[in-house]
């Protein structure tokens, strides 16, 4: 079955740079179609994406935040990383990794991590 | 981007209700639509995609329809379990969007 989790530091100081690995078994992402992609939640707020990254090294990211971002992947760890620079305590928030995967008509995030929360604070 | 708007934000309902929630796109995404359910501290989970197609394994009370830019989630008999906040997302161009959210409290 698919599973997903992300790990990283709980805590990170503004102006750091963050760097998240979601480890993932149950699916290849040297499978065609397949992506794993990033979401966030501040605390009592809504979901907000982040990037994506395919099986084919494409990668999209949310235009708000492109600058700061870039994903990557080892398809031999099973492994999608993160990373995000300048922190600031409004990226305080949970972390969430996802599977997207096709399910015959489209393709849409159906496994997802547990989720881990980042603080940033100095 | 594509703007998502949800109403309502909030309802109070009771077990046994029939639950409706509207999900507006800013622009036209075709059925691209995705249904979540969250709960405190869990991870969202998948209900619906392509608008209206139950993910395998969710309660046949669930159901969703709409394409272009208005699109529904209705709860056909409200259980305990549901109690929980509702999000769209939609996933016709990036950045795949999400909506507000609607929590969906008990009366």
């Known amino acids: 079955q698919i599973t997903l989790k992300e790990s990283g530091p709980t805590l990170v100081k503004p102006t750091q740079t963050l760097t998240l690995t979601c480890t993932f078994s149950g699916f290849s992402l040297s499978t065609s179609g397949v992506g794993v992609g990033w979401i966030r939640q501040p605390p009592g707020k809504a979901l907000e994406w982040l990037a994506l990254i395919y099986w084919n090294d494409d990668k999209r990211y949310s235009p708000s935040l492109k600058s700061r971002l870039t994903i990557t992947k080892d398809t031999s760890k099973n492994q999608v990383v993160l990373t995000m620079t300048n922190m600031d305590p409004v990226d305080t928030a949970t972390y969430y990794c996802?599977?997207?995967?096709?399910?015959?008509?489209?393709?849409?995030?159906?496994?997802w991590g547990q989720g881990t929360l980042v603080t940033v604070s100095s | 981007d594509i703007q998502l708007t949800q109403s309502p934000s909030f309802l109070s309902a009771s077990v046994g209700d029939r639950v409706t929630i509207t999900c507006r796109a800013s622009q036209g995404i075709s059925s691209y639509l995705a249904w979540y359910q969250q709960k405190p501290g869990k991870a969202p989970k998948l209900l619906i995609y392509?608008?209206?197609t139950l993910q395998s394994g969710v309660p046949s009370r669930f159901s969703g329809s709409g394409s272009g830019t208005e699109f529904t989630l209705t709860i056909s008999s409200l259980q305990p379990e549901d109690f929980a906040t509702y999000y769209c997302?939609?996933?016709?161009?990036?950045?795949?969007?999400f909506g507000p959210g609607t929590k969906v409290d008990i009366k």
């Open positions: 392509a608008a209206s």
């Open positions: 996802a599977h997207r995967g096709d399910l015959g008509i489209g393709k849409y995030f159906d496994y």
């Open positions: 997302q939609q996933l016709n161009s990036y950045p795949f969007t």
